[in-house]
């Protein structure tokens, strides 16, 4: 195995603004957060309001204490699988370098089917009778995703993520604002709040909602993001994550509320597919969410983009050959994610699965893990006793909602593949 090793970087450049727009951007997409009323029509409000608000706490506090081990050795630790091998060694790098590309992988299959769901409606809204597909609109968004995976790294599109950054606060206005609209022109005796299907459909279902929740705040890009912070960045960083959730919650939990209490069990797993009036406010906030899903793909294609650069030393390479290599390793990329989201665009099954099996273990078991082990506890005894406890209960409670949300998602997976056929347009 080739060990490890971290080259010396530049400083970064960013303020603590342009980090809550990177962590915004990365967490806060609609793809993320348009789910969460169907995960909470999965769980039935208080468990499902009790798994948001845990969910968002949680991942806050497991965000601060990744921030918090910035140079925790004195090395300048600039990805996650570095600080991984800084503290576990090899085994850590490895298994971070895993579930790292199964998040990124997994959540831009996701996020691409649904800015090419968006994408279709707005065209459908125009011209309803039009013969374009949902694969079409998938392969036009990867075209564009092309375009701006040229930029050499995330520094350079932080211009590009603070629009994105403002377009998800317009996604969340502009979404709850229809919802509640169309929940109180329904009749509201129709709606029913109870679970559907069978009792085993239901487990199931609840299974699956863990995902999609754990799926709602991902983030594997912690340390990238700090790499490109400037001094002091531990409270540059800080300050960055709260800002951002300050804008995840006032988007997640106002959507997700509303959502499940405008259209109860009934609500589509991806939101925009449940409203129906007025339609040029929906056309509006399906804009807004393809704009916002264009920031967090480049986000999350840089750890694929960093093993390629890896594997081929471009920083070795100069001029035009650069360039080169740039172009011929994002295009494979782009193009095996555009087929796989065209070939199976079941965007509810991924964001579950890629939840459960990329998201949970980074964002939710692992930072409690690495924060122990490096022993960066408090001083006071008892508060140092309680941070231990805290990070085994959500290392041990996590690991388990990762289990229970990877068997909802195959489930759904397994069924929806042999109701539907490869390329169906959704």
Not at 8 to 27: D, L, P, Q, S
């Amino acid at each position: 195995m080739r060990e490890a090793k971290q080259e010396e970087e530049e400083e970064g450049r960013g303020t603590w603004k342009h980090a809550a727009f990177h962590v915004a951007t990365t967490i806060a997409t609609p793809a993320a957060y348009a789910p969460l009323p169907f995960a909470l029509a999965s769980l039935g409000w208080p468990l499902g309001v009790c798994c948001l608000v845990g969910g968002t706490l949680v991942t806050w506090y497991s965000s601060l204490l990744i921030a918090s081990l910035w140079k925790w050795d004195g090395n300048k630790h600039t990805t996650y699988r570095l600080l991984a091998h800084s503290i576990f060694g090899p085994c850590g790098y490895w298994f971070v370098a895993l579930f790292q590309q199964i998040a990124s992988i997994g959540n831009n299959i996701a996020i691409q089917i649904a800015a090419g769901s968006s994408l279709k409606a707005v065209y459908k809204y125009y011209d309803n009778d039009g013969k374009l597909t949902l694969q079409d609109f998938i392969i036009f968004f990867g075209v564009f995703e092309l375009i701006l995976s040229q930029f050499p790294d995330i520094h350079s599109l932080r211009w590009f993520n603070g629009i994105c950054t403002f377009s998800t606060v317009g996604f969340a206005a502009t979404a709850t604002g229809v919802t509640i609209y169309d929940g109180k022109n329904t009749d509201r005796s129709s709606i029913n709040y109870s679970w559907q299907g069978t009792t085993a459909s239901k487990i199931f279902k609840a299974f699956g909602a863990l995902g999609t929740i754990a799926f709602s705040f991902g983030d594997a890009m912690l340390p990238e993001i700090q790499s490109t912070i400037r001094e002091p960045p531990k409270k540059n960083m800080y300050k960055g994550v709260s800002g951002a959730y300050g804008v995840i919650i006032a988007s997640y939990w106002t959507l997700a509320f509303s959502g499940y209490w405008a259209f109860g069990s009934q609500v589509q797993p991806y939101i925009l597919s449940s409203l129906t009036t007025p339609g040029w406010t929906i056309v509006m906030a399906n804009l807004f969410a393809v704009i916002q899903i264009s920031g967090c793909y480049q986000i999350y294609s840089r750890p694929t983009y960093a093993l390629f650069e890896e594997s081929i030393a471009l920083q070795r390479q100069k001029g035009y050959k650069r360039s080169f290599w740039r172009l011929g390793y994002t295009s494979f990329y782009i193009i095996i994610i555009t087929l796989i989201s065209a070939a199976i665009p079941f965007f509810g099954d991924f964001v579950s699965i890629c939840g459960a099996v990329g998201f949970t273990p980074l964002d939710f078991v692992f930072p409690a893990l690495v924060f122990s082990k490096a022993g960066k506890m408090p001083k006071n005894s008892n508060l140092s006793h309680l941070v231990r406890v805290t990070n085994f209960l959500i290392a041990a409670v996590f690991s388990l909602v990762a289990i229970l949300g990877c068997v909802g998602a195959v489930r759904s997976i397994v069924l929806d593949v042999k109701t539907y056929k490869f390329f169906h347009d959704m």
